[in-house]
């Protein structure tokens, strides 16, 4: 009987084991200490954190490099550089008149006389070699000296061309390129001046109010200031120009904006003065090539081009691209 007592004291011992079941909260404690590369994970953050700050460092860098180009302006250095009485109505106005004889290098196709490899550069780019060649290399003047009162498109494609001026309403002020002894307009402008190759055939046009002998397979440029006309045209001689880009370009600079520039042309040519690269191509692919030169000289908007006479008829037929200046 008395070692019952014993026998029931035992059962005290296992409550050691909850005892050792409580080794099993420990090990809630790694989860602490596994909780603790959470706190590395935070720190990348933090760290993230400060290489936030320095992108606005490099983009507040960034505005720091444009203020660099007003010192271009030249104005700060040697103020007493400029002309006395010189007129500036700013600081900004200042440094970009000092700096104009600086600039104007880059706007060659502006000049009077662009250099040949800069006008070249563009067109060389995306036509092939030798597309601008021609069968007949010798001297334009010579070909073209002797007058030819002679009309080049039958009677439709010339009434085309005149109800296409009528049409975009060039009444105004109008330079007429590569002009003969007629121009196909229905309806005079107040005033068109031709350039062409050929003092006989222009003195004959009776609707030239000027004319100017020129020839622009030699010199490209106009003899025309900036914003002189209110539209242009050119009519079946585009495929003659040897510089149609640099042409183009000039177009632009004597247009005032928003003058249209209108070229018409036909199936019809000199074979042996027309560009090689036109004589290898079809009607379709006319457009496209004239549509290319209005791209490259970067100086008009939206180019439209179209056959404005009835397809499939019979006679010359009459294409047209023309464009705005901006």
């Known amino acids: 009987m008395v070692r019952a007592p014993n026998h029931v004291a035992h059962p005290r011992r296992p409550p050691a084991p909850p005892t050792r079941a409580a080794h099993p909260r420990r090990p809630p404690a790694p989860p602490t200490r596994a909780a603790q590369p959470r706190r590395p994970t935070a ?10 700050p320095t992108a606005p460092p490099n983009r507040a860098a960034q505005p720091r490099r444009p203020t660099a180009p007003p010192a271009r302006g030249c104005a700060r250095r040697p103020p007493s550089r400029a ?24 706007h060659a196709p502006r ?6 490899a800069y ?8 036509f092939p ?8 290399p010798s001297p334009d003047t010579d070909f073209y000296g002797p007058p030819r009162l002679v009309t080049h498109i039958d009677d439709r494609a010339i009434a085309a061309v005149g109800a296409l001026y009528a049409e975009l309403g060039l009444d105004g002020e109008v330079l007429d390129l590569c002009s003969s002894w007629i121009s196909h307009f229905t309806t005079p402008p ?3 001046v031709g350039l062409g ?30 914003g002189s006309f209110d539209d242009a045209t050119c009519c079946v001689s585009v495929d003659y120009l040897v510089e149609p880009v640099a042409v183009l370009r000039e177009v632009a600079r004597v247009l005032r904006p928003g003058g249209r520039f209108v070229v018409t042309f036909s199936n019809r040519c000199f074979p042996t003065k027309a560009i090689r690269g036109w004589l290898a191509s079809d009607d379709e692919t006319h457009l496209q ?38």
Do not use: K
């Open 119 to 126: 006008r070249r550069g563009v067109t060389d780019a995306v």
């Open 129 to 136: 070699p030798g597309f601008f060649d021609r069968a007949d």
């Open 289 to 326: 090539i004239v549509n290319a030169f209005f791209a490259l000289s970067e100086g008009f908007g939206q180019v439209t081009g179209a056959l404005r006479t009835p397809p499939g008829t019979p006679g010359d037929p009459l294409y047209a691209v023309w464009a705005a200046a901006l």
């Open 190 to 192: 107040r005033r068109l």
């Open 197 to 226: 190759m050929n003092e006989a055939e222009l003195a004959a046009n009776p609707l030239l109010a000027a004319h100017v002998v020129h020839d622009l397979n030699t010199d490209p440029s106009l003899p025309f200031d900036d």
């Open 43 to 52: 720190s990348p953050n933090r760290v993230a954190q400060p290489r936030r």
């Open 83 to 106: 002309p006395a009485g010189a007129p500036h109505t700013s600081g900004h106005v200042q440094d970009v008149d000092e700096c104009a004889v600086r600039t104007a290098p880059t």
């Open 111 to 116: 000049a009077p006389h662009p250099p040949p």
